[in-house]
């Protein structure tokens, strides 16, 4: 029995859900990603499986009438934050009225994965994005019992988790608040636990990708204290991520990598924002992308809790290309990965990154360099 293409599956664990007879594992593929594994010997062919998956049924899916540049005004959410904190605020919303988040968890033991949260002090779990393939593990049977139990809740993920999740429940709930972040692709769990033990910072227990001041990566201790800190192009797996040679093989041909949307709405960096904005960034910006009436609704709800300003959602695609189409490959992909393969992670990022490395840290050193012209021009005008 064939679930899908295998170069198209997103490993979003909807299979795994959804069969009867809890005959579906998940097991390690190319690149380290998990693939489901069905046990003959206990399917009973009833196709659960190949229906549920998205890349057989695409669910519905409908282009955002509105785009909206939007920061929390709250300071200390808005600092944890990958950008502009929306995510927390449509969290703290939810939990407001006595709903449930179901997120991505920064807490590395046991792998990386999506959890149920019901308490704002649980809240900081879920904020930054992890870089990384997120495991749903059989939490889409969780959602669905809280549906049924007639709870609030709002489930964040990329977009072929969403995907996952609407084609599992089967049916719309009015209760079910669906957010998916612009993705433009993930790298395995295996790889970057390969990587975290390479550089001796597999002890730590949360990760986070991003600061306010820029891409790091940072690893930390119970107690919150780094074990392991680096700038993305210093830190081999954050730069594989960021030059596209390490994402999955579906990433490529991915079928929510586009202006159409499969969530009540959509959430990501506001990358292409006009200098003629008007809301102030010191740092990051959210992009909020409602879809679905209920998306818009939700949103409206939060307006007290946020900085808003409405800008043309052809702004919004134009800046952000996983709005548009699938990423592209790195061209010596296919190299790294035979490496990667046969020698592991860190001889086949010695080998693919040397070059990407020198030209980030260039480009780097040039902008210092730009940053401190302009210093001394100021001091001299002075
Ligand atoms: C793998 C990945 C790739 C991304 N690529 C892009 C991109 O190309 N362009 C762009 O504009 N934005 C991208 N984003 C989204 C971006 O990083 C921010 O999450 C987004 O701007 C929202 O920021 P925030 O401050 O509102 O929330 P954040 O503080 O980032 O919170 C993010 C929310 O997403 C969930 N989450 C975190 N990591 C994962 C994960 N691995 N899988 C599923 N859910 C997760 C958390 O539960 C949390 O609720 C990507 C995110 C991920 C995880």
Same mark, same amino acid.
């Given at each position: 029995?064939?679930?899908?293409?295998?170069?198209?599956?997103?490993?979003?664990? &909807?299979?795994? %859900?959804?069969?009867?007879?809890?005959?579906?594992?998940?097991?390690?593929?190319?690149?380290?990603?998990?693939?489901?594994?069905?046990?003959?010997?206990?399917?009973?062919?009833?196709?659960?499986?190949?229906?549920?998956?998205?890349?057989?049924?695409?669910?519905?899916?409908?282009?955002?009438?509105?785009?909206?540049?939007?920061?929390?005004?709250?300071?200390?959410?808005?600092?944890? =934050?990958?950008?502009?904190?929306?995510?927390?605020?449509?969290?703290?919303?939810?939990?407001?009225?006595?709903?449930?988040?179901?997120?991505?968890?920064?807490?590395?033991?046991?792998? *990386?994965? !999506?959890?149920?949260?019901?308490?704002?002090?649980?809240?900081? $779990?879920?904020?930054?994005?992890?870089?990384?393939?997120?495991?749903? +593990?059989?939490?889409?049977?969780?959602?669905?019992?809280?549906?049924? %139990?007639?709870?609030?809740? $709002?489930?964040?993920?990329?977009?072929?988790?969403?995907?996952?999740?609407?084609?599992? $429940?089967?049916?719309?709930?009015?209760?079910?608040?669906? =957010?998916?972040?612009?993705?433009?692709?993930?790298?395995?769990?295996?790889?970057?636990?390969? !990587?975290?033990? +390479?550089?001796? =910072? @597999?002890?730590?227990?949360?990760?986070?990708?991003?600061?306010? @001041?820029?891409?790091?990566?940072?690893?930390?201790?119970?107690?919150?204290?780094?074990?392991?800190?680096?700038?993305? #192009?210093?830190?081999?797996?954050?730069?594989?991520? $960021?030059? %596209?040679?390490?994402?999955?093989?579906?990433? !490529?041909?991915?079928? #929510?990598?586009?202006?159409?949307?499969?969530?009540?709405?959509? *959430?990501?960096?506001?990358?292409?924002?006009?200098?003629?904005?008007?809301?102030?960034?010191?740092?990051?910006?959210?992009?909020?992308?409602?879809?679905?009436?209920?998306?818009?609704?939700?949103?409206?709800?939060?307006?007290?809790?946020?900085? +808003?300003?409405?800008?043309?959602?052809?702004? @919004?695609? =134009?800046?952000?290309?996983?709005?548009?189409?699938?990423?592209?490959? &790195?061209?010596?992909?296919?190299?790294?990965?035979? +490496?990667?393969?046969?020698?592991?992670?860190?001889? @086949?990022?010695?080998?693919?990154? #040397?070059?990407?490395?020198?030209?980030?840290?260039?480009?780097?050193?040039?902008?210092?360099?730009?940053?401190?012209?302009?210093?001394? %021009?100021?001091?001299?005008?002075?």
């Amino acid at each position: 029995m064939t679930i899908c293409d295998t170069a198209k599956c997103s490993g979003c664990f &909807a299979c795994q %859900n959804v069969c009867p007879k809890n005959c579906i594992s998940m097991t390690e593929g190319r690149l380290g990603h998990l693939y489901p594994q069905i046990d003959e010997s206990l399917c009973i062919s009833c196709g659960a499986c190949s229906r549920v998956c998205p890349q057989n049924n695409l669910p519905e899916m409908s282009v955002p009438t509105a785009a909206y540049a939007t920061r929390s005004k709250d300071s200390d959410e808005y600092e944890n =934050a990958s950008s502009g904190g929306l995510a927390a605020v449509l969290s703290r919303k939810m939990l407001g009225r006595g709903g449930i988040v179901y997120g991505c968890s920064s807490e590395t033991e046991g792998g *990386i994965k !999506h959890v149920r949260i019901e308490s704002d002090s649980d809240l900081w $779990l879920l904020s930054g994005s992890k870089y990384v393939q997120s495991h749903i +593990n059989l939490i889409f049977r969780d959602v669905k019992d809280d549906l049924e %139990n007639r709870r609030a809740v $709002l489930f964040i993920g990329t977009p072929c988790q969403v995907a996952g999740l609407v084609n599992y $429940l089967k049916k719309p709930y009015e209760n079910l608040i669906t =957010a998916d972040l612009i993705c433009h692709g993930v790298p395995s769990q295996k790889m970057l636990f390969e !990587h975290l033990e +390479n550089v001796g =910072a @597999a002890s730590g227990k949360y990760i986070t990708f991003r600061e306010k @001041a820029g891409l790091y990566i940072r690893v930390s201790d119970e107690n919150k204290k780094p074990v392991y800190y680096k700038e993305s #192009f210093d830190d081999d797996y954050y730069l594989g991520f $960021l030059c %596209n040679i390490s994402l999955r093989d579906s990433c !490529h041909s991915c079928a #929510f990598a586009k202006n159409e949307r499969v969530s009540d709405i959509t *959430i990501g960096d506001f990358w292409g924002l006009s200098p003629q904005a008007e809301i102030k960034k010191p740092y990051g910006i959210s992009l909020a992308l409602p879809v679905t009436d209920k998306g818009r609704e939700f949103f409206e709800a939060c307006s007290d809790m946020l900085e +808003n300003e409405e800008r043309p959602t052809s702004e @919004a695609f =134009a800046g952000n290309s996983p709005l548009r189409k699938p990423v592209g490959k &790195a061209k010596d992909r296919e190299k790294f990965i035979k +490496n990667y393969e046969k020698k592991g992670f860190k001889k @086949a990022a010695a080998r693919s990154l #040397f070059k990407k490395r020198l030209r980030s840290k260039t480009i780097r050193l040039l902008q210092k360099i730009g940053l401190l012209k302009k210093l001394i %021009n100021i001091l001299r005008r002075k």
